[in-house]
């Protein structure tokens, strides 16, 4: 089955800029996702990309797919206090019903 | 309000007992999922359903059957509950892949087995 995998933790400073990266070992991966899981709630989507893109921008939020490494990244511009939380990307597979496969999380703190 | 439920949102019991989780979607989706999130918050798919028909069922302990009355609705059953199922449980649901395939999550059930 596919892997992913991500660093489990990111420390970044009000105003800086997030990067949280994933790598994923499945090439036929089709959708790659990101979502944002905040304390005690279920997940909630932030972006997603097709594995025909290498980038995709959403106001401050910018996916870059590098196929060839398998490696996907999720940068937040101006990251504030509100961003903290626990970032999972996730896979999904082109077999035939398709199964998501997520990260193991990167817990994101942004200190004011 | 649109969305994924679940009840109880949170459960506390003895081992050994049996107890079921209940999830209610009014998204019009017609997959939905459970979920085991441990204390590490790693994400485990544990089941799927296609149009109330199993279509995903991970290396899961026969302990657990997942029932589908209809499409909108998804439960999971645990029989002789053991202290290694406590975790929070998550129900989804999703689109159909021609839209992204997002899938929508519940609040979740936190279970603690004493």
């Known amino acids: 089955g596919e892997d992913v995998e991500q660093s489990l933790f990111l420390s970044v400073r009000e105003g800086d800029s997030s990067v949280i990266n994933c790598t994923y070992t499945?090439?036929?991966?089709?959708?790659l996702y990101w979502y944002k899981q905040e304390p005690g709630a279920g997940l909630q989507l932030l972006t997603y990309i097709f594995s025909n893109m290498d980038m995709k921008q959403d106001q401050r939020l910018t996916v870059l797919l590098n196929k060839k490494d398998k490696h996907l990244s999720l940068r937040i511009a101006d990251t504030q206090t509100g961003d903290s939380a626990i970032y999972f990307c996730a896979g999904r597979n082109s077999g035939g019903y398709q199964k998501v496969t997520f990260g193991t999380g990167t817990k994101l703190q942004v200190i004011p | 309000d649109t969305a994924v439920s679940q009840t109880p949102k949170y459960l506390v019991t003895q081992m050994g007992n049996d107890k079921s989780i209940k999830c209610e979607q009014n998204l019009g989706h017609d997959t939905m999922y459970w979920y085991k999130q441990d204390s590490k918050k790693f994400l485990k798919i544990m089941f799927s359903y296609n149009n109330k028909e199993l279509i995903i069922n991970e290396t899961v302990p026969n302990r657990f059957s997942p029932k589908s009355p209809d499409k909108a609705h998804l439960n999971l059953h645990i029989n002789s509950l053991e202290l290694g199922d406590s975790a929070v449980y998550f129900c989804?649901?999703?689109?159909?892949?021609?839209?992204?395939?997002?899938?929508?999550f519940g609040p979740g059930t936190r279970l603690t087995v004493l």
């Open positions: 499945d090439s036929s991966s089709t959708y």
């Open positions: 989804a649901s999703s689109q159909p892949l021609g839209r992204g395939g997002e899938q929508f």
